[in-house]
């Protein structure tokens, strides 16, 4: 599609998909924050729980996933959305004003329970909206609600947590979602068709696109057969493997740098955001990058390598050279965001829009469940330690194992592939 076909849709969605985005990530990462801050105190939960109850919100993420993802895919993600934005802001802040160990834990719960179904209905939403050619930056500046987020999240989440306490953190950092929601509500539509500051020569020059690429990919009948396809289960397995590095990393970042150093809870917000800085300019490069080259595996598998040798030699520096190993921490950080948007445009190239979102949702699904065990694990290990060495070996070795199986994923054949394919075959 010529680039000057609807430029306006950059402005127009991906600042609300940004901001929106940012709002979901910022309430699910502050829970290390309060962790560093006293909460396990307060509360009276010892370490192995607490690394329990900071991943529980990644259980009920993986449960709901997949039936959101056909909610929006069916219905609206516009509706979606917008009751999710309501009801996390509200589990968010719910977390400031828990008295005991129970409620924290059915709170922790909820907010995964009612974020589930934000990134594959978003994901959808963006396929909707941009073409094979663009998808790599749409998915990248959608997902760079992630870094961006944690970066100032850990800024001002320390003064917050300096100034007030956990509790009002979580009060503070949980309103701006409902207040969003009524602004995504107003701002939003689904399809190109519904809005009227595109042109209809725009909208209709959008629709071919979007239908010339679906009539390339090999039909697929339905959830159960997408789901069967190596290349979804080889991406479920390597979205697994890859979340525990990286939500080991986000949750715990701020207690192993406060527990490695002598330093306060402000200069901990500092050094927690350089690794999403760093992040944030490695995922705008590499999108544009595999844009350009109309290549996506190239782009994510080396990145993932580097986050396991960079977590490696962090195990191998042990707990006495902080400095080098916070150095190792910010290349492991970037090297590991650097491959989303890669990664979630192969699926849409794979797959028929009717089951591609299923299956983004199956995939991601698969990486809550990573998150889970990485959140989990993570947090025991340096509990039960007294170091974070054992979790970067075990960080490691799950990016190296999501590394090869990004090398097994093989590309299925287009539409018009099996086609020519066919016709060779009849001597045609």
Known sequence: ?????????????????????????????????ASAAGINKDLGISPALSSLIGALFFLGYFFFQIPGAIYAE??????????????????????????????????????????????????????????????SRANTFFILGNPVTVLWMSVVSGY???????????VVEGAPAIVWAFCWWFAVRDKPSEVGWLAPQEKRALEQTLAAEQAAIKPVRNYAEAFRSPAVVKLCAQYFCWSIGVYG???????????????????????????????????????????????????????????????ALSYMLGSTHFWWSYALLVVAGAAMYAPYGPFFAIIPELLPKNVAGGAMALINSMGAL??????YVVGYL??????????YAFMSAALVAAVLLTLAVKAQPSGDTMLAARAAAHGK
Do not use: Q
């Open 1 to 33: 599609m010529p680039a000057t076909i609807a430029p306006r849709r950059w402005w127009m969605i991906m600042p609300i998909v940004f901001i929106t985005y940012s709002l979901a990530y910022l309430d699910r990462a502050n829970f290390g924050f």
């Open 74 to 135: 069916r219905r609206s993600v516009r509706r979606l959305v917008f009751v999710s934005l309501v009801l996390w802001g509200g589990c968010a802040a719910l977390t400031g004003i828990v008295s005991n160990i129970a409620s924290l834990i059915a709170v922790r719960f909820m907010l995964g329970v009612v974020e589930a179904a934000v990134m594959p209905a978003m994901l959808i939403f963006i396929s909707n909206w941009f073409t094979k050619a663009e998808r």
């Open 160 to 170: 917050l947590v300096h100034a007030f306490g956990w509790r009002e953190m979580f």
């Open 249 to 311: 990393f986000v949750l715990w970042l701020p207690s192993i740098l406060k527990s490695g150093s002598a330093l306060g809870m402000v200069a901990t917000g500092w050094l927690s955001a350089l690794p999403y800085l760093m992040a944030t300019i490695a995922m705008l490069a590499v999108s544009w990058a595999s844009d350009k080259l109309n290549v996506r595996k190239a782009f994510v598998w080396p990145f993932l390598l580097v986050g396991a040798a960079a977590f």
């Open 370 to 375: 990573g998150s889970f065990v990485g959140s």
């Open 382 to 391: 340096n509990g039960s330690t007294g170091s974070p060495a054992a979790s």
